[in-house]
């Protein structure tokens, strides 16, 4: 199979990422092909778009984005029309708004806009997608469905909409597949997530850009981690001419990978990556001193994000005028301090900037929504595609749930045409996490708080969304 990658820079070039047009058309031609090969059970399949805007309305900061926009819900719809599948879609009452996907948009591609409420009137719904985790309104669709996006069930406590899904009567408990495991996260390779890891990486790197602007500052700067969030920042800075060099500190209990990087990357001097053996590591400061800029992107997908480096060293040993990025703010922040209070944080790092914006792609959600929405759509098509297949909710979930976890799977667009739709069906077996089996339910050895959230199931009075 061709596929074509992207090569616009040396990061690029050593890990290539697939152009979503190509990703789509080797899905299409993998549906047709199964489609070809096995009967369909059903022609038709109900689609929701929820929306995310209930989403930090508690807190002031309301979510922006949506799901999937108004031009690939067309292009999801084109897929599975040439299996001769139709797509109901529908969506929830201006989920889009703030994303520039108005409710007329989704209206051109064909969808029916419904409020809340109606999510009660229309007929079983196969799959329903929202970008953040579920929100109480989702409990008014009718008997079980096929949920994916982010669950967040690992936070402090347990969203609210989750909570309630889960203690659904039986028969209507949803089939709940985490976007967060989506892929193979043994490898780092967590698409949906990525998405907007990637996107917050650049923010990240842009705010150093621009500070050094401002400041008509040139020098170094350091990336700790190079998951999606760092590769993107790393991207970003190198296409600066401010930025002299990039040092990028991985996890220093894999030295096996730093120096696979070093090989790896030997023909971009600007981009380095120094052995440094953890944060209390003497050679850090050193590697340290006088940089401009500090961006840390560390992830550990259902945990909190591990500390790489305390706040003093980075106080003492940048330059005075640098800035500071906390792209992992979302899961606790990466820089250690006795106070990790955002204005605790200041106080320590000064006289550095300090920057460290919870879920930074939402300031951005227009861009952001179609970064999502390439991510997620070629799921949201395959589980579709598996809908009409096997004919139902419960036989989708039987079709993925007997298949073993391999959390080391491969890109599905590396693979052969023919094995392009069972490489996204397993990306979609390592993120199911909650699912009905005959009369009781199974929870992924991958759930984080699966405990907790099996007692909200079964009522027990000692659950608590306080953590032990």
Known sequence: MTTKANHESPIRRAMPEFDFDDQIRFLTEACELAAASQPLARREVNFVLGSDRGIGRDTGTPERRVGITAEQLGRMRALLKSCEIEL?????????????????????????????????????????????????????????????????????????GLAELVKRPHAELPTILDGSYVGAPDRGRVPIRGSMSRYAGQIGATWVIEHLNELELEG??????????????????????RVKRVFVFEDPRRPEKIEQLQRDYSHEPRLQFPLISGRGDPRLAAALANVVGCVTAPAAPGAKAPKVVDATTLSQAMDDRGIVVDIAIDEGGAIASADPSAVAMRQALAPLRYEGLSNMPRERPVPASEAHGEAV???????????????????????????????TCPEPATLEVDQVLDGYC?????????HPVGNDVDYSQLLPNADRIRRLRSNDPDDSTEET
């Open 88 to 160: 109901n879609a529908f969506v929830i009452d201006d989920a889009g708004k703030h994303s520039d996907q108005p409710n007329a948009a989704y209206e051109a591609v064909g969808a029916r806009i419904i409020s809340e409420a109606e999510l009660a009137m229309i007929g079983p719904i196969d799959v329903l997608h929202a970008l953040k985790e579920p929100l109480p309104y989702e409990t008014r669709a009718n008997g079980r469905f096929l949920r994916i996006g982010a669950l967040h069930a690992g936070a402090h406590e347990i969203p609210p």
């Open 220 to 241: 170094d700067v350091a990336v700790f981690a190079f998951g999606y969030a760092g590769r993107a920042a790393a991207r970003t800075l190198l296409a600066s001419d």
């Open 377 to 407: 759509l070629p799921y949201l098509a395959t589980l579709l595609f598996l809908a009409a297949r096997h004919g139902s909710v419960d036989a989708v979930t039987d079709y993925l749930r007997h298949r073993p976890l391999d959390l």
């Open 426 to 434: 397993q990306d979609l077996r390592n993120g199911l996490m909650i």
